[in-house]
């Protein structure tokens, strides 16, 4: 929370900030809050909405234990929006994750009752999904379009940490087919898609893939150091790089403002409701991304 003034030194155009605040920690609706209304009140002299973030990973935690019991989301929700309102927040991102499929009736349902304490204390609420793919239908979207405010697409992890094959992060084709599969159920005015800051350096020794999740400064330090140019790769629309280091084979997939350019012309094309970021830091050094976002915005 100290960190804020800082975060927020070359950051132009952003509206809303969703700091990570509320996490789950118990199987009876229980959470921690690390919130800060002084946060709040800076925050608000930026000209910012604040948009607590509830997550259900940080503590071990049995999502649907908690789900499928009214006793329990009524405990949480009541805790939730009394616990915003006490910050001066604005509204609430739920980002509850890897929610089992015979959980998804309920998360639904706590969703559908979470929402009509949000609209009576004027509070946005607003979900966040992966990609929308078939093993994941039973987060229920069109009904998310019915009872949220926003529904927000997590655009990357198309490869991610524990990939046995290199690659994008967010390439353009995943991006578009997640938004496009999402303006199926959600109306587009209320999707928001979330783009990667971060990028993945991957490395290939003996046939074994790892990878590390950095920054857009590291990114390019990391490619300065070992001398190599990044080019234009017209299929994922990033700019890619590869060096072979003794044994190590490192790839990279850069995202920076030209790939996000290119993701930003697929947001219009689908004339959604908002751009998003993971995550506040990462495109550190960079003044020049919020440009390429603001664009989105103003058309």
């Known amino acids: 929370n100290s960190t804020l003034e800082s975060a927020l030194s070359g950051v132009s155009g952003m509206n809303v900030i969703s700091p990570t605040w509320f996490f789950l920690s118990d199987n009876e609706g229980g959470f921690v809050s690390i919130g800060s209304r002084d946060y709040v009140e800076k925050a608000h002299g930026r000209g910012l909405e604040v948009w607590v973030l509830v997550d259900n990973f940080t503590y071990d935690v049995d999502t649907r234990e908690i789900l499928a019991y009214t006793s329990k989301r009524a405990k949480l929700i009541e805790g939730l929006v009394t616990e915003a309102l006490a910050l001066g927040a604005d509204g609430i991102n739920v980002d509850l994750e890897q929610i089992p499929e015979n959980a998804?009736?309920?998360?639904?349902?706590?969703?559908?009752?979470?929402?009509?304490?949000?609209?009576?204390?004027?509070?946005?609420?607003?979900?966040?999904n992966y990609v929308p793919k078939e093993y994941n239908a039973h987060y229920g979207w069109k009904e998310q379009g019915v009872v949220a405010d926003y529904v927000i697409i997590m655009g990357y992890?198309?490869?991610?940490?524990?990939?046995?094959?290199?690659?994008?992060?967010?390439?353009?084709?995943?991006?578009?087919?997640?938004?496009?599969?999402?303006?199926?159920?959600?109306?587009?005015?209320?999707?928001?898609?979330?783009?990667?800051?971060?990028?993945?350096?991957?490395?290939?020794?003996?046939?074994?893939?790892?990878?590390?999740?950095?920054?857009?400064?590291?990114?390019?330090?990391?490619?300065?150091?070992?001398?190599?140019?990044?080019a234009w790769d017209e299929g994922t629309c990033q700019n890619y790089a590869e060096v072979q280091d003794g044994d190590s084979f490192y790839q990279v997939w850069l995202e920076d403002a030209q790939s996000l350019e290119a993701k930003m012309g697929i947001m219009r094309k689908y004339e959604i409701g908002g751009v998003a970021a993971w995550k506040l830091g990462y495109e550190s050094g960079h003044p020049e991304i919020w440009g390429v976002l603001n664009g989105f915005v103003m058309g």
């Not at 998804?104 to 966040?128: H, K, Q, T, W």
């Open 104 to 128: 998804g009736e309920d998360y639904v349902e706590f969703l559908r009752e979470l929402s009509i304490p949000c609209r009576a204390n004027g509070l946005v609420l607003s979900v966040d």
């Open 157 to 230: 992890d198309e490869h991610y940490g524990g990939s046995q094959v290199a690659g994008s992060v967010a390439s353009i084709n995943y991006v578009e087919e997640g938004i496009s599969t999402m303006v199926q159920f959600v109306p587009s005015e209320k999707v928001i898609n979330a783009v990667p800051f971060y990028t993945r350096i991957w490395e290939t020794v003996n046939g074994a893939v790892s990878s590390q999740a950095v920054g857009m400064t590291t990114a390019a330090n990391f490619l300065a150091d070992q001398g190599v140019q990044a």
